[in-house]
């Protein structure tokens, strides 16, 4: 057992052969030795030695004073010295009365053997350690809590000046981000109107478009900045158009030559490499560049198959599909010729307008697990019963037309992107009376799309 510490023995024994004899054992250990012959010297060793003992031995019976008196004494003196007491006697009156008032920490019998004597010595000195210790850093922890305290006084203090600034700094980084997030959406809508104004026959189907892939992507429950990653995509999809001449934009085919063929399939790559280097824009130019894989795998640029094609790609290839057919008429004759069989089951009952979206639906299942994620399209005709069919019958309105009654057949948001109305909302005088208010701080600047009057989208049609 190591000690940390020197330490210093007092050897109190009105017989001298006994403290020699002690003397001569605890010397071998290193310890720094003083003797006494009777309990009153070794009370003067005590007050008049300047070092302390670790450890004071004394004989139980001694003339003058006993050993239990002379080591009571001796603990108000010197409270954290252990203290042994040495009989020869087995008088447990003696032990016991020494325990109570010496408070002492062993006793040792005449005679003892040597090599256990040292082992009891040197468990007491390893408690005296541990005692003066746990002192020490009981004294070193209430300095360092009165440290703290006055530390936590002062850092207080600073932490109220400090967040009164960072406050103030919030708001202002709040008013910074609206406005740079204004920015972004007013950049994201210039890049979409940019398509629209080279290619007025592509106009509203990049909105439209957007609309169907974040219902979908919200039907899939995806997260919401994904969701918005999504809807920005589909809204660019078609942005690598730009400086197309218009006869690849009337989508005859069979009027391409080969160069025409390459030109448009570079379309996806070019989109891509227009947004990337937009902060923010990165991730949608991956979903601009997959749009038009297959699920098979025989899209393009890539030909990437199934899960290796990003999920908002998958979505935005469903809901261009579908909008092309409907809106856009591309290829619809081709579209109704794959569909002839299934088609003619509904054209004497349908009109015009059904039979396109109708065509556009079996089209859809037709390409299903070929060009089409088969579990996009069960989510997005799930969309199409939810809705009774997709903004057919809608007008385009700006603020200052709208009027009480009429019903959004699309979501509302203001420039910055902020949520105001749901679909199939009717608007009241109180709700455009709000919607004119806001418009002066956060402008409405995109077109409303209300159902023509007179009709109302339901789950049965």
């Given at each position: 057992m190591e000690l940390k510490y020197k330490h210093r023995l007092l050897l109190v024994d009105d017989e001298e052969s006994i403290t020699k004899a002690l003397y001569r054992i605890f010397r071998r250990e290193g310890y720094e030795i003083q003797t006494a012959s009777s309990g009153q010297e070794g009370l003067e060793v005590i007050k008049e030695d300047k070092k302390p003992f670790s450890l004071i031995i004394s004989d139980q019976r001694m003339p003058g004073m006993t050993g239990t008196q002379f080591l009571e004494k001796a603990k108000k003196i010197l409270p954290n010295a252990?203290?042994?007491?040495?009989?020869?006697?087995?008088?447990?009156?003696a032990i016991v009365d020494a325990i109570n008032r010496g408070e002492i920490h062993r006793y040792l019998t005449k005679p003892w053997n040597d090599d256990d004597l040292l082992i009891q010595i040197?468990?007491?000195?390893?408690?005296?350690?541990?005692?003066?210790?746990?002192?020490?850093?009981?004294?070193?922890?209430?300095?360092?809590?009165?440290?703290?305290?006055?530390l936590n006084k002062r850092l207080e203090q600073k932490v109220e000046e400090r967040s009164r600034e960072i406050i103030e700094k919030n708001k202002k980084l709040a008013r910074v981000n609206k406005e740079l997030e204004s920015n972004f959406y007013n950049t994201v809508r210039a890049f979409a109107s940019l398509v629209e104004m080279h290619?007025?026959?592509?106009?509203?189907?990049?909105?439209?478009?957007?609309?169907?892939?974040?219902?979908?992507?919200?039907?899939?429950?995806?997260?919401?900045?994904?969701?918005?990653?999504?809807?920005?995509?589909?809204l660019l999809h078609d942005i690598g158009k730009l400086g197309f001449p218009q006869k690849l934009?009337?989508?005859?085919?069979?009027?391409?030559?080969?160069?025409?063929?390459?030109?448009?399939?570079?379309?996806?790559?070019?989109g891509q490499e227009t947004v990337q280097f937009i902060n923010k824009l990165d991730h949608v130019g991956i979903l601009i560049r997959c749009h038009h894989e297959q699920y098979d795998g025989h899209g393009y640029p890539d030909q990437l198959s199934e899960e290796e094609i990003p999920l908002g790609s998958r979505i935005i290839a469903v809901a261009d599909a579908y909008d092309r057919i409907v809106n856009l008429n591309v290829e619809i004759d081709k579209s109704i010729r794959e569909i002839q069989e299934e088609i003619n089951k509904y054209r004497d009952h349908l009109t015009d307008d059904e039979v396109l979206e109708k065509?556009?639906?079996?089209?859809?299942?037709?390409?299903?697990?070929?060009?089409?994620?088969?579990?996009?399209?069960?989510?997005?005709?799930?969309?199409?019963?939810?809705?009774g069919g997709l903004y057919k019958e809608e007008k385009e309105l700006s603020i200052e037309h709208l009027k009480e009654g009429m019903i959004l057949s699309r979501p509302l948001y203001s420039s910055s992107g902020r949520f105001l109305l749901p679909p199939d909302t009717t608007?009241?005088?109180?709700?455009?009376?709000?919607?004119?208010?806001?418009?002066?701080?956060?402008?409405?600047?995109?077109?409303?799309?209300?159902?023509?009057?007179?009709?109302?989208?339901?789950?049965d049609e």
């Open positions: 252990m203290r042994i007491l040495l009989t020869g006697y087995s008088d447990m009156d040197r468990h007491a000195l390893k408690q005296y350690e541990l005692i003066v210790e746990n002192k020490r850093l009981l004294v070193l922890t209430r300095k360092q809590n009165i440290e703290l305290n006055e290619h007025p026959s592509l106009a509203g189907h990049g909105r439209r478009v957007s609309i169907l892939s974040r219902e979908i992507a919200q039907l899939l429950e995806l997260p919401e900045n994904e969701v918005t990653h999504i809807e920005i995509a589909a934009l009337e989508y005859k085919v069979d009027k391409w030559s080969p160069q025409d063929k390459e030109l448009f399939r570079k379309h996806p790559e070019q065509a556009a639906i079996l089209h859809l299942k037709h390409y299903s697990f070929t060009q089409y994620d088969p579990d996009i399209i069960k989510v997005f005709l799930k969309l199409l019963k939810t809705k608007l009241t005088e109180s709700y455009i009376s709000k919607l004119n208010a806001l418009h002066l701080r956060d402008p409405i600047n995109d077109i409303i799309y209300v159902l023509r009057q007179g009709r109302q989208m339901s789950n």
